[in-house]
């Protein structure tokens, strides 16, 4: 099957992001929006006149929003991952590295979850890398060696997101695509102690990054970091209108990254 994303040209997907907790009520809400898909190893050889790369602009991208915080002087994003999956000892990665996140938007970004999609030179995925920020701002990675498309993915929760959820049990990834429709969805359920609590997916129809997807995202979603902040407080306060149990924020792990 050909890669959905064999152009390596830098992509916008639109689609809903969708959340479900099912314990101890049913909450459940979906939100419409947008997110990158960058090709970095393809932007690091030329860069992209649709995308405002470590710039200013309405919508950009940044190197330092993302691993350590590195800026293009050292290599950026891109240079931090190369290492990370050396450090891990994964090989066989070297082909284009897509990065799914959000933009910055009048400079302003808050990334929840990024996912960087590891291919070799052939084209097939090798591992992916969940990079989470929480609201404290701490950040953390989970890597996910020898995945594929489809697979369900495993790793244990180590990392304080939400102070309704406690840092144990695990997470179940799933990671689909199709390039016959050219729509992309990243699935995230967290189960605790007790089994099954929270189910999370975002999903979108990939367009090429150009003038006409840049005026779409403007002008349905001119909001869209300020929502996604607004709509994580708002959650929280429902949820604790609900009386759902609430948790004590722990230390970072000692390890940036979880394998």
Same mark, same amino acid.
């Given at each position: ?18 959340? !479900? ?8 809400? @979906? ?32 190197? &330092? ?13 891109? &240079? ?8 891990? $000892?994964?090989?066989? @990665? ?19 979850? /990024? ?40 790793? @244990? ?11 144990? $049990? ?10 016959? !429709? ?10 605790? @102690? ?5 189910? !999370? /997916?975002? *999903? ?8 006409? *997807? ?25 949820? *604790? ?13 000692? /390890?940036?990254?979880?394998?």
């Amino acid at each position: 099957m050909k890669s959905l994303f064999a152009d390596a040209a830098p992509m916008i997907g639109f689609g809903p992001v969708r959340h !479900t907790r099912l314990r101890p009520r049913v909450n459940a809400f @979906a939100y419409q929006g947008y997110f990158l898909m960058l090709p970095m190893r393809a932007l690091q050889q030329r860069a992209s006149a649709e995308l405002a790369r470590n710039r200013s602009s309405w919508l950009s991208f940044h190197d &330092a929003d993302h691993g350590d915080g590195r800026g293009p002087e050292k290599g950026g994003a891109l &240079a931090w991952l190369d290492e990370l999956l050396h450090k891990e $000892g994964i090989a066989g @990665a070297e082909g284009e590295v897509w990065l799914q996140c959000y933009p910055r938007v009048f400079g302003y970004t808050f990334k929840p979850v /990024s996912f960087w999609y590891c291919h070799d030179r052939a084209g097939a995925l090798q591992v992916i890398v969940v990079e989470v920020n929480n609201t404290f701002g701490e950040r953390h990675c989970y890597l996910l060696p020898g995945a594929r498309y489809g697979q369900q993915l495993e790793a @244990a929760k180590v990392f304080h997101v939400s102070p309704f959820c406690p840092v144990e $049990g695990g997470y179940r990834f799933r990671f689909m695509h199709s390039a016959s !429709t050219g729509r992309l969805v990243a699935r995230v359920d967290y189960d605790d @102690a007790l089994g099954a609590l929270i189910q !999370t /997916s975002i *999903s979108g129809q990939l367009e090429t990054l150009g003038q006409h *997807s840049r005026r779409k995202a403007f002008w349905q979603y001119p909001a869209l970091t300020l929502g996604v902040v607004f709509r994580i407080h708002w959650q929280a306060l429902r949820l *604790s209108f609900m009386r759902t149990p609430w948790f004590r924020k722990p230390r970072v792990p000692p /390890s940036f990254v979880t394998r």
